[in-house]
């Protein structure tokens, strides 16, 4: 009200500050235009260089590109604790009571048993561990929870590894299929007992592959002695599958179960290692 009391008693005054307002509100437009256009440019400029790679520390680096693949989960009994060297001991003691174990290649340090589709049969083999005065408990473990990521540039990933990857997981997915129990006696186990041949088949062909992929990677590239690994632990499966299949008995049923949840940790540690 204060200004329309203003224009109301001084007229001459109140064209000149309109007048002024015009100049004014016309300069503030274009000014936002020419601001407008430039920001305008500079983020195009941003998306263009995004687009080609990112910028990190004013060093350019190539994008990334991800491999995700299907998510599973197995159970295994979890005991032992942090401590790499008691870790040790639990698995060689639980070795020479006939239960063969694994122990976690990396930090928190712990003695891993078993790898099956269920939680519920696990129950007889925890209970023989607590019995030699060891905590265990039974966990799930997520498969491919993380993706593997290599630069868009690295063809041996896209065109090598990441299909070896790929086939790996399929055949650790078969595997938990077949695991349902730690028995052979095991309700309709039997029946699946031909495939286990099959599986040990395709992990063959699975060893030379991740050998030629291995001999493929120059020396100094940290992902060849994975690899190789991984084809290590591939054949190691398939001996323990064919193993089972030739003797069909509780304790060849444990060894190739452990065999596969070894292949699985190392798995998982590369697609950590590539994050």
């Known amino acids: 009200m204060f200004f329309l009391r203003i224009i109301y008693r001084k007229k001459k005054r109140t064209v000149t500050v309109i007048a002024l307002m015009a100049v004014m509100l016309f300069t503030s437009l274009c000014c936002g235009q020419v601001l407008g256009r430039y920001l305008l440019n500079k983020m195009a400029g941003a998306e263009n260089k995004n687009s080609a790679g990112i910028v990190v520390n004013g060093r350019q680096t190539a994008a990334r590109k991800v491999l995700r693949l299907e998510q599973f989960y197995y159970y295994t009994i979890k005991a032992g604790c942090e401590d790499y060297e008691k870790s040790l001991e639990l698995g060689n003691a ?23 589709n269920n939680e519920e049969n696990l129950a007889l083999l925890q209970g023989r561990i607590r019995a030699l005065g060891c905590e265990a408990s039974v966990i799930r ?4 929870e993380v993706f593997f990521k290599f630069d ?4 041996k990933a896209a065109e090598e590894i990441a299909p070896f990857l ?7 997915h078969k595997g938990l299929l077949l695991y349902n129990g730690i028995s052979v006696k095991e309700e309709g186990l039997a029946d699946f007992k031909p495939k286990f041949a099959v599986l040990a088949q395709e992990l063959g062909t699975m060893v030379a592959k991740g050998r030629a992929i291995g001999s493929g990677l120059a020396s100094e590239d940290l992902r060849r002695e994975t690899i190789n690994r991984l084809a290590e632990y591939c054949e190691e ?4 599958l064919q193993e089972l299949n030739n003797g069909w008995s509780d ?14 940790e190392e798995y998982e540690r590369f697609l950590s290692d590539t994050n």
Do not use: H, T, Y
């Not at 006939?98 to 099956?116: E, R, Y």
């Not at 473990?141 to 491919?144: E, T």
């Not at 868009?152 to 063809?155: F, I, M, Q, V």
């Open 166 to 172: 790929a086939k790996l997981s399929v055949s650790l």
């Open 237 to 240: 499966w398939a001996q323990s």
């Open 251 to 264: 304790g060849s049923l444990l060894l190739s179960q452990q065999r596969a949840l070894a292949l699985a």
């Open 141 to 144: 473990v997520g498969v491919n």
């Open 94 to 116: 639980l070795a020479r009571e006939g239960i063969p174990a694994v122990v976690a290649g990396k930090p928190p340090w712990c003695v891993m048993v078993g790898f099956l």
């Open 152 to 155: 868009a540039g690295d063809k």
